[in-house]
């Protein structure tokens, strides 16, 4: 399968993070976490978010999410979360049947919540016969590619603690929100009142693994066995920190989502202007939302793959990669025009 813009998913591993799975294949070593490796990247983990935080590595990005929904809430329990978020639309309901909480989906115009928004659903407090709200879940960037500003965090996450609830944040690509924003993970996570997140990597270069990460010390209660009980305990752990450790450790994880966001960038201006193409949303990170006439998108669908996002409003999303090319985007857009230039003359 040649490189497309389907998903940062499809990407190969960046070759840094092959080395250092080779470091680390040497001798043997405790498993379940018990190693060197892991030792170091729990200190660059709190290097990076603050002398609080403590890293739970787990296989995928759901792991991390509903660890993380876990150390909040009991089944009783209820997060809200934009009606678009991941752990609504693309986790197969893995938080209600692992945890056994409700999800209150609440629709927004661009992916992203606002304390207006959730005020809708913060009611029945005290009230045996409804769900308890309990946390509040963002995406950064969002799945529609669009980016909360820090003040916009800080404002979700004031609220929150002011109902006594909690905050998450899926950050499954956090490196290309941070490189946008201009900011480190700290002062877009701890500092802005996040309780607890799932930091990404697979999808900016990493091989597999990502991680819980708890900010908010009272989250951090006996979650050694309940990641045990998830079946996210991997054994040969210093694999996935090893990862970590070349990601966090030698500026990878900026220099990747750096070319992903810059690539974006680059196909957007190149479709932008092009008749018959509408750009939906805001183009901050590392995805391109557009609007294309439906024969057009499944005839380029023959050429490349990518998502029909929207299929009954013609919307598809085209995701670009640490190792997308400037060639790859000349060549898409290329066909892109060519199909256009077929409908418009069938």
Not at 17 to 27: E, G, M, Y
Not at 78 to 106: F, K, M, S, W, Y
Not at 193 to 212: H, Q, R, V, W
Request: aromatic share 10%; with cysteine.
């Amino acid at each position: 399968m040649k490189r497309g813009f389907g998903s940062d998913n499809h990407s190969g591993i960046s070759p840094e993070v092959l080395t250092a799975i080779a470091s680390a294949n040497v001798d043997h070593a405790l498993a379940y976490g018990d190693d060197e490796y892991c030792a170091r990247t729990t200190e660059l983990f709190r290097r990076e978010f603050g002398a609080t935080a403590q890293p739970y590595f787990v296989f995928n990005g759901t792991g991390a999410n509903v660890m993380c929904i876990d150390a909040m809430c009991r089944s009783h329990h209820a997060v809200v979360c934009a009606e678009t978020a991941h752990i609504n639309v693309d986790e197969c309901g893995a938080p209600q049947r692992i945890v056994g909480c409700r999800l209150l989906p609440v629709k927004t115009p661009d992916g992203k919540l606002t304390p207006e928004l959730v005020m809708t659903q913060l009611h029945g407090f005290g009230f045996e016969h409804h769900s308890q709200p309990r946390a509040i879940s963002i995406t950064q960037p969002t799945e529609l590619g669009t980016l909360y500003t820090l003040d916009e965090i800080r404002a979700l996450a004031d609220l929150a603690h002011k109902y006594n609830m909690y905050i998450h944040l899926d950050g499954a690509r956090l490196a290309n929100a941070a490189v946008a924003l201009g900011c480190t993970f700290k002062q877009m996570t701890t500092d802005c009142g996040i309780d607890c997140l799932s930091f990404g990597g697979t999808k900016n270069g990493l091989m597999m693994g990502e991680s819980a990460v708890m900010l908010n010390p009272t989250l951090d209660v006996e979650l050694k066995y309940r990641r045990k009980q998830m079946t996210q305990l991997c054994s040969k752990m210093r694999f996935m920190a090893a990862q970590f450790e070349a990601y966090l450790s030698t500026g990878l994880w900026r220099r990747n989502a750096e070319h992903s966001n810059q690539m974006a960038r680059l196909l957007h201006s190149k479709v932008a202007n092009v008749a018959g193409v509408e750009v939906v949303y805001p183009v901050q990170a590392n995805s391109v939302f557009v609007r294309l006439p439906r024969e057009v998108w499944t005839a380029l669908q023959k050429d490349y793959f990518f998502y029909d996002w929207d299929e009954a409003d013609n919307v598809v999303r085209w995701m670009c990669s640490f190792d997308t090319t400037e060639a790859d985007i000349e060549d898409f857009v290329a066909k892109l025009r060519s199909h256009l230039d077929n409908y418009r003359n069938r």
